[in-house]
């Protein structure tokens, strides 16, 4: 397995864990007071756009050459670390 490989498999699992995460804060947010919700969704809404947006990114990482997907990491990185503090941000407020 390539170091590619390796990282792929390794921010894949992550951003699955966080979506799992992301799943249970979606059935709290629905037992929330009526005047809340609104809130959650919209907190929920800007959870699901990072999320796609980090899983964009790690497809571009998977389907780039052996020599250049190492450039992607840094934007990878960044989007992860993105997603997981706002993800951190939501769950403390549920």
Same mark, same amino acid.
């Given at each position: 397995?390539? =170091?590619?490989?390796?990282?792929?498999?390794?921010?894949? /699992?992550? /951003?699955?864990?966080?979506? #799992?995460?992301?799943?249970?804060?979606? #059935?709290?947010?629905?037992?929330? =007071?009526?005047?809340?919700?609104?809130?959650?969704?919209?907190?929920?809404?800007? /959870?699901r756009a990072q999320s796609k947006l980090a899983g964009a990114k790690l497809a571009e990482v998977q389907a780039?050459?052996?020599?250049?997907?190492? =450039?992607?990491?840094?934007?990878?990185?960044? /989007?992860?670390?993105?997603?997981?503090?706002?993800?951190?941000?939501?769950?403390?407020?549920?």
């Amino acid at each position: 397995m390539s =170091k590619q490989d390796v990282y792929v498999a390794k921010m894949k /699992l992550q /951003l699955d864990e966080m979506n #799992v995460h992301m799943k249970e804060l979606e #059935v709290k947010a629905t037992e929330a =007071k009526e005047d809340a919700k609104a809130k959650y969704e919209e907190e929920m809404d800007k /959870l699901r756009a990072q999320s796609k947006l980090a899983g964009a990114k790690l497809a571009e990482v998977q389907a780039a050459a052996e020599g250049s997907w190492h =450039k992607m990491v840094a934007d990878m990185e960044n /989007l992860r670390t993105a997603f997981t503090h706002s993800f951190n941000y939501f769950k403390s407020q549920v």
